[in-house]
């Protein structure tokens, strides 16, 4: 019982204090022999603590794991943003939460951004993300930034996290809020062809200032859902939470044809609710039909007033919204698919904006008290139902699932999921390797770390080229 008793006491947030290179790793079990490439990990890694910080607007930390003929090697490098550096060279915090300075930082201080959510390749770039800055730049091998990379001057701003890439034209399809400056209720929307050219950047107004994590992209359109986590600049000024729960604003979200104007934004409307993460989405015939992890209240940010939200309604469940697009009604449906709590959500990437056959997502374990931790993944088919359901041991969790198929030509689906897993009693990780549709036989390989990744956002897999 006392193990049990140190597993739920513990967490995985604290950061590491060091940069590491694992040239030969214990692998247990058979890693595939035709798994040759880099699973590239994000997340919030502080490299000095701040006061009142919370921990996801820490120092981005890169983690890759780097499997070739059934060996597995690791490296971690933080992120040097113009912070990262300039607090380095001073041995101390200069900015606390949200790019807010503190009192004692050097006045042409005003860069605070920490490239800490997610890590993307596109048009032979690897590009590190976090939503209120430009992509920054990242050698591949040696993790070694660049910099950031504003596409010739084409980009300006914000840019999400969570840009989404056509499997079909190679296009990739981004937003921004925040476009006018912090706090501000302008959204911004672009596109850069496959050969990483930007095509496309504007800016236009949402319905009011939200924080706006993540959008839903389909072949023909794109979604921009306006919920109410909301921005206030005399919140901020005055004290008080910058970011805050405001369910009265209602929800929104704007439809808008991706040959489409901005000015041709259609919103539909429907109660109060929050989605950090959207699984996918697709047409069918005359709607639109878009799965996310939907929370009834949001969980992280408080109403305005300071007061929490309910513990019992800030968690995650697998919903879909429909969208009647032939003018009938401008509200759209919202139906949960389970009542399991879940993140994270994941698919065969070569269905991104088509309809899917196969999700994935990481999942709580509703008999453990420990309350929000992912200790699971469920592997779902098109309409939610459960296909495949695993639980680590107790007090174990976690990250993202992410999926990389067999082959190029292999169906949607056959190939692995890759996640990495905290084991609390050891403290240290381990990279699992699951059969991607018999996630339920639990991992075909895990690749042991003798430190622990610290809990994170966002990864992808990057081929062997």
């Known amino acids: 019982m006392q193990h049990d008793a140190i597993a739920e006491r513990r967490n995985n947030i604290a950061p590491i204090p060091f940069e590491a290179d694992a040239p030969f790793l214990t692998i247990i079990g058979e890693l595939p022999r035709d798994l040759n490439g880099t699973l590239y990990r994000n997340g919030p890694n502080p490299q000095y603590s701040s006061p009142g910080a919370h921990w996801f607007v820490g120092d981005g930390m890169l983690h890759a794991f780097h499997l070739e003929n059934g060996r597995a090697s690791y490296r971690n490098r933080w992120v040097r943003t113009p912070k990262w550096l300039a ?3 001073a041995g101390r ?8 300075k503190l009192p004692d930082a050097p006045a042409d201080l005003t860069d605070g951004g920490v490239a800490n959510t997610n890590i993307i390749f596109h048009a032979g770039k690897l590009l590190a993300l976090e939503e209120a800055h430009l992509p920054t730049e990242i050698e591949p091998g040696t993790l070694a930034t660049r910099g950031y990379h504003n596409y010739q001057g084409r980009l300006a701003g914000s840019f999400t996290a969570h840009p989404k890439i056509d499997p079909i ?19 911004s929307y672009g596109s850069i062809d496959a050969s990483g050219k930007a095509t496309r950047f504007e800016r236009f107004e949402a319905p009011y200032a939200s924080m706006v ?15 109410p986590i909301t921005g206030s600049m005399e919140r901020a000024m005055s004290g008080r939470p910058p970011y805050a729960w405001e369910p009265d604003k209602g929800a929104y979200v704007g439809v808008m044809k991706r040959s489409g ?13 929050y989605v950090f993460h959207v699984m996918n989405a697709w047409e069918d015939d005359n709607r639109i039909v878009a799965d996310v992890m939907q929370f ?21 469940r697998h919903c879909r919204w429909t969208f009647d697009l032939s003018g009938n009604t401008d509200r759209f449906q919202q139906t949960y698919l389970d009542d399991l709590t879940g993140e994270f959500p994941r698919i ?29 993944v469920v592997h779902v088919d098109c309409n939610g139902r459960r296909l495949g359901h695993y639980l680590l ?10 999926f990389v198929e067999r082959s190029k030509d292999a169906t949607e689906g056959d190939g692995w999921l890759l996640a990495v897993i905290w084991r609390a009693r050891e403290n240290r990780s381990d990279l699992a390797v699951f059969n991607a549709t018999d996630v339920e036989a639990g991992p075909v390989a895990l690749v042991q770390l003798g430190h622990r990744v610290p809990d994170g956002f966002h990864g992808n897999w990057v081929g062997a080229q």
């Not at 994590?213 to 919920?227: E, G």
């Not at 088509?354 to 200790?375: D, E, Q, T, V």
């Not at 041991?393 to 993202?400: C, H, K, L, R, V």
């Open 261 to 273: 104007a901005t000015k041709d934004i259609v919103w539909f409307r429907t109660e109060a609710c």
């Open 169 to 187: 034209t190679g296009e990739l399809v981004f937003f921004g809020y925040n476009a006018a400056g912090p706090l501000t209720s302008a959204l």
């Open 348 to 376: 065969d990437d070569r269905r991104a904006g088509l309809k899917n056959r196969h999700g994935w997502y990481a999942c709580a374990n509703p008999k453990l008290p420990m309350f929000g931790a992912l200790s699971g």
């Open 393 to 402: 041991p107790a007090g174990d969790t976690i990250s993202e699932p992410v």
């Open 93 to 100: 915090a200069l900015f606390g939460g949200f790019g807010r």
């Open 296 to 316: 009834e209240e949001a969980p992280l940010f408080p109403h305005p007033d300071g007061r929490p939200t309910d513990p019992e309604k800030s968690r995650a």
């Open 87 to 89: 607090e380095h060279d």
């Open 213 to 227: 994590h993540d959008f839903i992209v389909t072949a023909n359109h794109v979604l921009f859902p306006i919920l």
